[in-house]
Every structure is written in C-alpha cells, then in structure tokens.
C-alpha cells in the first residue's frame, strides 16, 4: 500500500494515543480530529506536539487533535482504517504476548528480537512523556540544558490552564451548549460549501456575469439552507439518544409547503418559520415523546405505535405551538442583531471581539452556533461572525509581539512560527493554549486587539455598511470567500481587511509595549544577556565545562519564571 504524508500522520498518531485498544471512537470537525478515548493517561501529549502536522491539543469531552481545515478531513479517514485494522488484528498477536509473559526472556534470546518489536515500539513512545516532562518539573535548574525547555514549560502550563478551566467550568449548562454544537458542527462543511457558491452567484449577479448559469447556482446554493431543518432534527435526536430518522421526520414538518394551508392564532403558517430552532425543539420533543413511548408500549407493538405516536404528537405540537414561538424568537434574534450593530456597532464591536477568546475558553462561544445559523438562514449571512473573527486578529498580533521581543527563546519562536499559519486562517487555539495564555498578560493583550478589530467592524455596522458571513466556521484570511454585505462583496472585503489589520497592530501593540516581558528600556532580552553571558565566561572562578549551561540559561533565568507569569 502506498504510503502518502496523510496516512503517514494517521500511523503517527496512533500509537501516541494509546493505539487503537484505546480509540473508542473517530470523528472530525472543520480542524479537529476528535477522538474517544477510553484511557487519557495513555496520551503521550510530548510526543504529540512534536508532530509536524499537529497544530495543537484540546481535551474536552472528546480528545481533539488540531490538524488544521483539509488535512483533517485527509487524516481521519486514513486514521479510521489503521484502527479498524489493528483492531481486526488484535488477536493475532495475543497468543505471542502470552506466551512471552509465561516464557522466560534470558534463555531465548533469538525470539527476543521478533516477540520484542512492540514493546521497543512502545517504549520510546511512552518514555517520551517522562523525558519531556523531567525539564519541565525540574525548571528552575535545567531551563538552560535543553533548547525546547521553555516551549515545553509553555505548552505544559497552557495544558494545565485548559484542564482546571474544564473541571471548574464542568456545569449543566455548558454540558448542554456542547451538545447543542455536536447538533451543528457536522453541518459546517456544507454551510461553507453552500456559502461559497452563494457567494460566488451573487458576484456574478453583480456584474451581469454568466446569465444563463446563475439560476443553476441559486439552486445548488441553496438547496442544503431550504432543508437544514431535516439536518438539524436528524443530528438533535441522535446527539439525545432518540431515532435519528424520526427527528428528521418530525423537523420536517416545519419546511413542508403544505403548512401554508394551517393557520394558527389567526395568522397563516409560511413555510420554514421557526427555522433551526423550531427543527431543534420538535425533535428534542420528539425524542423524548419517543422514550417515553417505549416505556409502556409492549415490544410486539413498538414497531408500530412507537413511530407513529411520536411523529403524530411531535407533528401537531410543532405546528400548533412550536413554529409559531420559533418563528417569533428568529425574527426577534435577526431584529435584535441589526440594532445591535446598526446602533451601537462600536459599542458591540468592542464588547464582542474583546470577549470571544474568554467565551471560547469557557465553551460559551457554542451557544452562538444556533444565532449564526438562524442568522444565515433568515438573512442570508450573519453579522456576528465578522466581528468575533477579529478576536483571532488580535491573538495572531500578540503572537507576532512575543515573537519580537522574547527574540532569545528560539523554543518559544518555533512555537509560534508554526502556529502562526493556523492562526492567520482562524484556528486560535494552538496560540491561545501554546503561547498567550501560559505567558498569561499577552491572552489580555490578545483580547485588546480582538476588541479594537471589532469596534472597527462595528463603526462601518453604524454607518450603513453592514458585513456578514454566508457561512459559519472559518475566520481570519479564511473568510473572505464567504463575505457578503449591504455594500457587496468588494465594500465587505475592504471593512473586514481594515478590521484584521486593526486587530493585528492593537494586539501587536499592546502586547509589545504591556506583554510584561522582563525586558529594560525595550531592548532585546538576547542583547542584555550578552554582557552576563560575557562575565560568566571569562570569571576566572567559573569551571569550564559549566560555560555553556550557563551562556543558554542567562536569558532564560532572570526572566522567565517572573516576567513571563504575569496573569
């Protein structure tokens, strides 16, 4: 079989989290793969990191490995296969492993060699952890002795952070806002793929363009957005444990045309009202409709009168209560976020973009999924998405700072030289969780700059030219594609350009001039550690062979365990 760079990440991931007797599921996001582990201990996260492909690490309800947008979608289905295989294969190798057990090593040692291979495979791998950690805990005497120290020292208390954040924070309500964006995150590829054409159509409506193709183009872009609500009932009852094809059943009431025939309180159904949240609540409803269902119904008529209760009940609820609520609270959410922006669009820019790398630490930033694709499907983009992207502006113009001024830590550089590409792109986290939020100032800094990209998005919102999304997911230089706006694409492009770039230079700014960095009258720490250096090789008193020890160390020591831990 031929071996390509893809599947070759997948065999280097494997064995790092525990192999595929640890792996109890596979998934995949837009940048993640997401990954059920039955034993976390067994991550060898050191080795992870090392990666050239791995652009960092989550752990929360699923361990979720950031690859980045395409490689992921690459990765995972190379990943699934070696995990099927060795599964498949596992009890092969079962009977050697016992007989290995029972057999004693020293008078065998031809067989040593063939019944050995998986172990002097897995030993580096799990020795790994402990030789990249040992600097780590021993900071203080060995910060000098190894050139990745200090981004290990980094990327281990970033670890850490995330992993107090994520017991403290452990509540009902964020439990329910992750299931909620399980509900919607298997719907990005197609909402970016739809925008895009949609996005695409209308320039060429704009400029008289191909005629006779736009029409085509309306109808495949939207397509998918006229039936989300079949999509989204489908994924609520299967993420809450009910049918998932009677979810789709029950939503699908909702974008049925013969609904213009009901009339409720009055008022004649339309077709879609209530959109995503109406599809959502009607199969959360359905779901439980059909649970309880099956607690009284004998197993000899379930097949029957389980179903169709549930989608009869579920149907009649949806109509008669669910699509008008539904319908009133998406007009209330599309009017609400034009005055919002059109009113106080500084105000809000501000408040947004400063606040969205907190709301994503926290896992509050789900509970917007259901906004941005009301949004969309009412209004054909969202306003939000723009502004919160510039939070990713300001992370990737304080990464920039720290790579500046912290010019002596080459561990730290290559962090952030790697991670930079990601961040330009709108995946944050290997910045957030390798670089500001361990040095702890700089995540402050960050959300400067994401503030002041926002109130820039949110002044042009308060002169008329509003900006959206066609699509949720992608951010940062990814989402120009998916730009549209009162003004039209170029007009929209321009306000977001202004935007990132205010972003960059506010958090580049604030972090150069307030990271908290050790540094005297702005210069480098590299050429303060020049003189010390200096002194120290040629003290009489110092042994020779301790010279270099302590030339790496001299930057490093003065600094980091105090200019570096501002929180």
């Not at 409506?205 to 029409?215: E, V």
């Not at 209004?379 to 010019?407: K, S, W």
């Not at 039209?488 to 990271?515: C, D, K, R």
Request: glycine residues 12%.
């Amino acid at each position: 079989m031929r071996t390509t760079p893809h599947s070759a990440t997948a065999a280097a991931i494997l064995p790092l989290v525990g192999g595929a007797a640890n792996v109890t599921s596979v998934a995949h996001c837009m940048t993640r793969l997401r990954l059920g582990l039955a034993d976390r201990s067994l991550v060898d996260e050191g080795s992870l990191r090392a990666l050239p492909a791995v652009l960092g690490l989550v752990d929360d309800d699923t361990y979720q490995i950031v690859l980045g947008p395409g490689t992921v979608a690459k990765v995972t289905p190379e990943f699934e296969k070696l995990v099927a295989s060795e599964t498949t294969e596992a009890p092969v190798p079962a009977a050697p492993t016992t007989a290995e057990a029972l057999t004693p090593a020293a008078p065998m040692p031809a067989g040593a060699p063939a019944n050995a291979l998986p172990a002097t495979t897995e030993t580096p791998a799990n020795a790994l952890p402990a030789t990249t950690e040992t600097p780590v805990a021993a900071e203080p005497a060995a910060r000098g002795s190894a050139p990745g120290t200090e981004a290990a020292r980094l990327a281990a208390r970033g670890a850490a952070l995330k992993a107090a954040q994520r017991q403290r924070h452990a509540t009902p309500v964020r439990l329910f806002l992750r299931r909620i964006a399980n509900i919607f995150v298997p719907l990005i590829p197609a909402l970016i793929g739809c925008g895009v054409i949609a996005g695409g159509n209308g320039l060429l409506l704009n400029l008289g363009w191909l005629p006779s193709l736009t029409p085509a183009l309306a109808a495949v872009a939207s397509g998918f957005m006229a039936l989300i609500a079949v999509f989204v009932g489908h994924h609520t009852a299967k993420e809450f444990g009910g049918t998932p094809i009677l979810g789709g059943a029950v939503a699908a009431v909702i974008v049925y045309a013969g609904v213009a025939k009901v009339t409720v309180f009055g008022t004649t159904l339309t077709p879609g009202q209530g959109g995503v949240l109406g599809a959502l609540a009607a199969a959360l409803l359905g779901t439980y409709v059909e649970k309880w269902c099956r607690t009284w119904v004998p197993d000899t008529l379930d097949v029957l009168v389980t179903p169709t209760l549930t989608v009869l009940l579920t149907g009649l609820v949806t109509l008669y209560g669910l699509m008008y609520a539904a319908g009133a609270a998406t007009s209330a959410i599309g009017t609400a976020a034009t005055w919002l922006l059109s009113t106080t669009g500084v105000f809000a820019g501000l408040i947004l973009g400063g606040l969205f790398l907190p709301l994503v630490m926290l896992g509050l930033h789900q509970a917007l999924i259901p906004l941005h694709t009301t949004l969309i499907e009412q209004q054909g983009y969202t306003v939000l998405l723009p502004v919160l992207a510039m939070a990713g502006a300001g992370q990737v113009g304080a990464a920039l700072a720290v790579y500046v001024r912290l010019c002596h830590d080459h561990s730290l550089r290559t962090t952030i030289r790697s991670a930079l590409p990601a961040g330009l792109l709108g995946v944050g986290e290997p910045l957030i969780y390798g670089v500001s939020l361990p040095l702890g100032r700089p995540f402050l800094t960050a959300c400067a700059g994401g503030a002041a990209g926002g109130a820039f998005v949110g002044l042009f919102s308060m002169l008329g030219d509003r900006i959206g999304s066609t699509a949720i997911g992608p951010s940062g230089w990814a989402l120009f594609p998916l730009l549209a706006g009162s003004g039209g694409l170029l007009p929209s492009a321009a306000i977001y350009a202004g935007g990132l770039l205010t972003g960059y230079a506010v958090g580049f700014g604030a972090t150069y001039f307030f990271g908290s960095f050790g540094v005297a009258g702005g210069v480098c720490e590299a050429d303060i550690a020049v003189p010390t250096d200096t002194s120290a090789a040629t003290d009489p008193a110092a042994p020779a062979d301790t010279a270099t020890p302590t030339d790496t160390a001299a930057p490093h020591a003065p600094h980091a365990p105090e200019g570096n831990r501002t929180l």
